[in-house]
């Protein structure tokens, strides 16, 4: 019997490992700040991965939405805190369940790879030659790129690897971003002209800073005929850290990016996605404009590598519709094939994946006994039957079977994520909790009172994902009215 419990924290050391650092000083853990000493404003490593001591938790080894983070070490700014030593990450690598052949590897991203080349391309080599990886291997930088290190990566790609350099660029100011703009507009340069794919990563744009038509322009100008792909994005908020660090660098943030935020978010304000929409444009670029990194690197896979992939998040399913149509518009056909061929697989081929890649992530047999089972409301969808899985481990699934994967907990597990969401996510105590009751296929959590002052709209967000659950959410004060208008909801189809 396993002694670890039925629900997984994602800090479960199966998903993310962190046994294997070797810790230079257990108290530079506590010490707060950047994630290396580019030391941008916004860095999210100086608030991600913290317990409640405000100690870092970071693994050498996760899984998330772009492919498996493997970093060597973990920096707070110049202060290098914990370490791994290569062998023992190649080794750590070759038994992690979390890694398909198809997954993309992402090469230390709590700091940035550039600031080492070296060390990042010389740990991309042993991951081609050591493991069985048929994927690109990602570096995201700010960082330029001398001539020797370029020849290196040509190097890597010639033996086979798949480099794939995704360039974090959106025209910041030194006092928020030092890294030079100039450098690495020519590193970029130089990797598309040798032919190593790469992607502009126009994030963060913020209002009042780099939003407006003209530097968006600029952007346009720096980057046209230079690039593979082009991903933009908002700002990553802490509400306890984001407003003061940009204040501190002498920049204060609209008020709206903290309206109604409970908990770490990405915030890009609609008006600006509509901006850069129109003035990023393909035909100009000479290449796609995504706002899924996932799409762009799966277009990246199939069109620049000829190695065709679907999307690994499935990012098509979109209710009783898919989102195919909207793609057609941003993306290029061989991809929509790819991703449209994922989304017809019959579903019994798919849940045998599913099935044999849940057993894979599952060595102790505690999910031994959870089948998958076609959504009767989202297209193109599998449901876990009594599953309450954390998102992580659903992300190896949705790549093996091709679809996307959500849980239909049982009554316990869905009481369990939602008073998880709501103490982790929104500080309430799940005593607020009166009951759950299910509809065909989707839950009902009845709280007392309006929790998020917004008829439970953000409530309900959390809750959905943290339990990877079609859901809702009725306050008992107006039970009747709401509880007919959410059956309705789920009768008819929501999305
Ligand atoms: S087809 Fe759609 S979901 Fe698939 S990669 Fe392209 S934009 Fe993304």
Known sequence: ?????????????MIRPTSKWKINDPNAL???GPGCEVACTYCNQAFMDRNDEGMRLSSYLSPYDGGISVNTHLNVDRTEVARIEEDELIQELIIY???????????????????????????????HSEIDHQSTTIFITKMPMSQSHLDELEGFKAEGGKPLVV??????????????????????????AVGIPVIASLRPIIRGMNDSEETLSTIVNSIAGNVDAVIYGGLFIDPNYT????????FNLDPEYVKYMYTRAKHLPNDIRDRVQRIIEPQKIGAPLYDHATCAVAFIETVKYSQPRANRMALWVNGRQTNFHT?????SQDQIGQCVTAHNRPNEVAASDAKTTLSKID???????????????????????NGALNILETMPIMEASGKRIDNLPDREGFLFRCAEALSNYLGIDSSVIHDAFQVDQEWVLVVEGDLTGDNNVLATRYVRTNSRCRCHIIDINQYQEQKKAVESLIRNGNI
């Open 1 to 13: 019997m396993s002694e670890r419990p039925i629900w997984l924290s994602e800090y479960d050391q």
């Open 30 to 32: 506590k010490l707060q």
């Open 97 to 127: 369940p979390y890694l398909l052949p198809t997954t993309p590897v992402v090469i230390n991203n709590f700091s940035d790879p550039g600031l080492n080349w070296t060390e990042s391309i010389r740990l991309a080599h042993r991951i």
């Open 167 to 192: 360039v974090t660029y959106s025209e910041m100011p030194r006092t928020i971003e030092k890294a030079s703009n100039p450098k690495r507009i020519k590193t970029m340069r130089y990797l598309h």
């Open 243 to 250: 407003l003061q660090a940009f204040a501190k660098a002498g």
């Open 327 to 331: 793609c057609g518009n941003i993306c």
């Open 363 to 385: 060595p102790d047999g505690r999910y031994s006994s959870l089948g998958f089972i076609p959504s009767i409301t989202q297209s193109g969808m599998l449901l876990i039957e």
